[in-house]
């Protein structure tokens, strides 16, 4: 499975961005996917995930402002960010499980395949 994800780059508070991350390859041992973020001097940590019925999970730093969705048709998942703050600053990183309960992949540790990371900066 690979994972290409694009969509990052510098914005200003207050400001969208978009990140896609497209799946390719072996897609049939994929279920749910996520979002993670890693700010310098920081752990990765879970932005959002969605499964394949399409629940979804947002962490609370990011609720109301992000949201995660996925077209299956497609193979993509979607990240629309929103309210941006200097905070949300990290390079994001897409992810695929194999799992699909979203209580069980909360974990980076749960993720089976990882895309690049795309640098979001928020930043005036």
């Known amino acids: 499975v690979q994972l290409q994800a694009s969509g990052g780059g510098l914005v200003q508070p207050g400001g969208s961005l978009r990140l896609s991350c497209a799946a390719s390859?072996?897609?049939?041992?994929?279920?749910?996917m996520g979002w993670f973020r890693q700010a310098p001097g920081k752990l990765r940590e879970l932005v959002a995930s969605?499964?394949?019925?399409?629940?979804?999970d947002h962490a609370e730093a990011v609720k109301g402002r992000f949201t995660i969705s996925r077209d299956n048709v497609q193979n993509t998942v979607y990240l629309q960010m929103s309210s941006l703050k200097p905070e949300d600053t990290a390079v994001y990183y897409c992810?695929?499980?194999?799992?699909?309960?979203?209580?069980?992949?909360?974990?980076?540790?749960?993720?089976?395949?990882w895309g690049q990371g795309t640098q979001v900066t928020v930043s005036s």
């Open positions: 992810a695929a499980s194999q799992r699909d309960i979203l209580s069980t992949v909360r974990n980076s540790m749960t993720y089976d395949y």
């Open positions: 390859g072996s897609i049939f041992s994929i279920n749910a």
């Open positions: 969605v499964n394949t019925g399409g629940d979804t």
